[in-house]
């Protein structure tokens, strides 16, 4: 099965100012996702980039950048299937690649480890699916069983509209729910060239992670947050005591 491994990359970032190509623990936060790209994906893993500073930086972290993204894909409300499309058709005619799966990564979740990514093209080729997402359970107060909204009346509620008091009390009794955590999401191309375009696909696996491996940097706090993980990474201070190999 051919990978294609696409980091995208938008410059631009307001919320936390160039947070990409910012150091994390001494390395540009786009390295992390490289490197286990490098080590976890076959086939070839490319970022999909509007700003050479960008492209500059990923190249010298080890990755390939075989364009900069067009404009009107790097706007604030492109969406990714769009972006995914576009590398997927520009590896397919320029490079003579064409792939059998594209893994979708994220860098602002550096967490990830190359065993995650062995594991979602695993369960992919046994599976037969359309794509395979990696998540973790939604626990206690995550799960939406426990979330509270208001209705229009402006009273607060279960998030079914349910009153609370019909609010189940203990957690062993919550349904199974499933948060995603942006380390991979593995998908057939043809998802992309749906009525739809979409990532998942009609038949989609769940690649369940340990919780520990959850980021999302979009705040100085995430930053803050994911910084910490990455140092118990670092150190092999994880669950369980060791990573897999």
Same mark, same amino acid.
């Given at each position: 099965m051919r990978i294609l491994g696409v980091i995208p990359a938008r410059g631009g970032s307001k919320r936390v100012? +160039?947070?990409?190509?910012?150091?994390?623990?001494? +390395?540009?936060?786009?390295a992390w996702t490289i490197e286990a790209a490098c080590l976890g994906l076959p086939g070839r893993t490319i970022v999909s980039t509007d700003d050479p500073e960008i492209a500059e930086i990923a190249k010298a972290a080890g990755g390939e950048v075989p364009f900069i993204r067009p404009e009107q894909l790097a706007t604030d409300t492109s969406g990714i299937e769009g972006v995914l499309r576009h590398a997927y058709e520009w590896m397919r005619?320029?490079?003579?690649?064409?792939?059998? =799966?594209?893994?979708?990564?994220?860098?602002?979740?550096?967490?990830?480890?190359?065993?995650?990514?062995?594991?979602?093209?695993?369960?992919?080729?046994?599976?037969?699916?359309? #794509?395979?997402?990696?998540?973790?359970?939604?626990? =206690?107060?995550?799960?939406?069983?426990?979330?509270? +909204?208001?209705?229009?009346?402006?009273?607060?509620?279960?998030?079914?509209?349910?009153?609370?008091?019909?609010?189940?009390?203990? #957690?062993q009794?919550?349904?199974?729910?499933? #948060?995603?955590?942006?380390?991979?999401?593995?998908? +057939?191309? =043809?998802?992309?060239?749906?009525?739809?375009?979409?990532?998942?696909?009609?038949?989609?696996?769940?690649l369940e992670t340990d919780d520990f491996f959850t980021a999302d940097i979009n705040t100085e706090n995430d930053w803050f947050m994911t910084e910490q993980k990455m140092r118990l990474l670092r150190d092999g201070k994880v669950p369980g005591g060791s990573l897999p190999q």
């Open positions: 100012y +160039k947070k990409n190509i910012r150091p994390l623990l001494e +390395k540009p936060l786009i005619d320029h490079a003579q690649y064409e792939a059998d =799966a594209i893994a979708l990564l994220l860098p602002t979740n550096p967490t990830r480890q190359p065993f995650h990514l062995r594991e979602a093209v695993e369960r992919m080729a046994n599976t037969g699916a359309d #794509s395979v997402v990696a998540v973790v359970p939604a626990l =206690a107060n995550m799960n939406p069983a426990w979330i509270l +909204k208001r209705d229009t009346d402006g009273r607060v509620c279960l998030h079914d509209g349910e009153p609370l008091t019909k609010i189940l009390t203990r #957690s009794d919550l349904p199974p729910r499933f #948060s995603r955590n942006d380390l991979v999401y593995l998908l +057939k191309p =043809a998802n992309l060239y749906q009525a739809t375009p979409n990532l998942y696909g009609d038949h989609v696996e769940l």
